[in-house]
């Protein structure tokens, strides 16, 4: 029995690093301005700044790929990476931040993002250790910052509780690039991570802020997926908000949260967003929760 459960346990050991092959993945830069890149690899996508004052990124997916990250900005004639903007906790963004400190990279972020890494958290039914003191970000802030950088004017906002409580929106606003972090992805319905503080109405209110800083020219670096414009983000608030009210209507009209998941609120969505990690019914469940919790 001692050996089949630790076989059991190397067998498990064996997939978990089979699903990532990190020495596979490839960091590919897609230019956006002259100076301005985002950077796919495995995680959430990356924006990179170059300039004279050295490089900045926004954020930096997972641990072992630190390394060909500052490779990559090297090759695009960025050179050093100085500072590090984390847009919210989730590892697949903040997975380098220990070795990108260690670099010297100054890191910044919401101040709920350093005051979650310092504890136990839990990411749906995961628990999450607290963060090594070498990847918690020096530079923390509620929710306003501007940093002047490589002769760009970088805004800093937080706008409400929505994938989590720390979400950071980046714009760029010489150049008119937004980075979004994970309040707006392309990988079907979107994860709100109510453990880590996130909230449906909340996610919502993010967008419509978030849709005041965009015009139709601007560029959008989701926090995953290909480069978007305003109305792609507008179509996922409608969306979101759509779903929201349906939940809410049902609420209303006293069905209970656990047949919620049987009306059919999100199905219409489903053949488009269904085959991402968060499911229709899922979604709607946790809405309804999410609403009726006081
Ligand atoms: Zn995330």
């Known amino acids: 029995m001692k050996h089949f459960v630790a076989l059991l346990a190397f067998a498990l050991v064996i997939n ?20 301005i890149y985002m950077l796919k690899g495995a995680g959430g996508n990356i924006g990179f700044l170059k300039g004279e004052d050295g490089a900045l990124i926004i954020d930096n997916q997972f641990g072992p790929l630190s390394g060909k990250i500052a490779q990559t900005v090297v090759e695009e004639g960025g050179g050093e990476i100085k500072m590090l903007i984390n847009t919210h906790i989730h590892g697949d963004h903040t997975g380098g931040n220990d070795n990108f ?54 805004e800093l906002y937080h706008f409400n509780t929505g994938h989590t409580d720390g979400d950071v929106i980046i714009k760029f606003a010489k ?32 967008l419509d802020q978030m849709l005041k800083i965009m015009d139709d020219n601007t560029k959008i670096i989701p926090g995953h997926g290909e ?32 047949d919620i998941a049987n009306l059919p609120i999100a199905s219409k969505y489903d053949a488009e967003w269904g085959k991402g990690f968060v499911k229709g019914k899922d979604f709607v469940m946790m809405v309804a929760e999410n ?3 006081k």
């Open 227 to 258: 480069l978007a414009s305003k109305k792609d983000v507008q179509a996922f608030r409608d969306r979101l908000a759509e779903i929201r009210d349906g939940v809410a209507a049902a609420l209303k009209k006293g069905t209970k949260t656990e």
């Open 16 to 35: 978990a690093s089979a699903q990532t092959n990190y020495d596979t993945v490839r960091i590919r830069p897609l230019k956006i301005t002259e100076t």
């Open 175 to 206: 150049a008119n690039v937004i980075h979004t972090g994970d309040m707006y992805v392309q990988y079907g319905y979107p994860f709100v991570d109510t453990n880590s503080g996130g909230g449906i109405n909340g996610f919502i209110a993010t």
């Open 101 to 154: 400190k260690k670099w010297g990279v100054t890191i910044v972020a919401h101040d709920n993002v350093r005051e979650r890494m310092m504890k136990e958290g839990k990411v749906r039914d995961r628990v999450v250790p607290p963060r090594d003191k070498a990847a918690w970000p020096v530079v923390t802030f509620p929710d306003r910052m501007n940093i002047h950088w490589n002769n760009e004017d970088l």
């Open 291 to 293: 609403l009726t919790k």
